[in-house]
T-cell receptor
Framework: AQSVTQLGSHVSVSEGALVLLRCNYSSSVPPYLFWYVQYPNQGLQLLLKYTTGATLVKGINGFEAEFKKSETSFHLTKPSAHMSDAAEYFCAVSPPVDYKLSFGAGTTVTVRA | DAGVTQSPTHLIKTRGQQVTLRCSPI?????VSWYQQVLGQGPQFIFQ???????GRGNFPDRFSARQFPNYSSELNVNALLLGDSALYLCASRPGPQGEAFFGQGTRLTVV
């Protein structure tokens, strides 16, 4: 079984500041890990994913995440926030076999000018 | 190329009614999954279909059913609607049983 915990339902950052979204997971098998972004009234867009290999993963729009097995974490970061980053972000985990995604509750990011 | 398309985009139903939601995957994709996203929560997995066969089912009651057609489009049916079924229903398609999921914009269902 897999589950995801996203720490902090809301994060507010200033434009140009670091964005850090926390995600911890539990999984009975080595997981695949994902971050998705959802803009209002839209579906989910994949930001990045970890399957195997390098633990630091770079995604779209300047985001990156690091898989830390010892900490069961997959935190998402962006060095400098932009107004367009305001959205809801979801961390998800799936077993490699079937890709059935289990999502966290989401973190809403607001960006202050 | 068109992405994942879902119809309708919004609908309102009364408790006890039945509803059918539709999804057309990206051309060439043979796998479709359905997710329910209740307001303020993350999406919950409902069904996965590949090559017209059910490949997985989430923890949802039998009132929820789905099917996939020869052209790989899919329908999600919900019978005896409850107020708690109000949610955004998302469809995702993949080229095969594995790989990156591409999501549609969803169908917003409101049960009154």
């Amino acid at each position: 079984a897999q589950s995801v915990t996203q720490l902090g339902s809301h994060v507010s950052v200033s434009e140009g500041a670091l964005v850090l979204l926390r995600c911890n997971y539990s999984s009975s098998v080595p997981p695949y890990l994902f971050w998705y972004v959802q803009y209002p009234n839209q579906g989910l867009q994949l930001l990045l994913k970890y399957t195997t290999g390098a633990t630091l993963v770079k995604g779209i729009n300047g985001f990156e995440a690091e898989f830390k097995k010892s900490e069961t974490s997959f935190h998402l970061t962006k060095p400098s926030a932009h107004m367009s980053d305001a959205a809801e972000y979801f961390c998800a985990v799936s077993p490699p076999v079937d890709y059935k995604l289990s999502f966290g509750a989401g973190t809403t990011v607001t960006v202050r000018a | 190329d068109a992405g994942v398309t879902q119809s309708p985009t919004h609908l309102i139903k009364t408790r006890g009614q039945q509803v059918t939601l539709r999804c057309s995957p990206i051309s060439g994709h043979k796998s479709v999954s359905w997710y329910q996203q209740v307001l303020g929560q993350g999406p919950q997995f409902i069904f996965q279909y590949y090559e017209k066969e059910e490949r997985g089912r989430g923890n949802f009651p039998d009132r929820f059913s789905a099917r996939q057609f020869p052209n790989y489009s899919s329908e999600l049916n919900v019978n005896a609607l409850l107020l708690g079924d109000s949610a955004l229903y998302l469809c995702a398609s993949r080229p095969g049983p594995q790989g990156e999921a591409f999501f549609g914009q969803g169908t917003r269902l409101t049960v009154v």
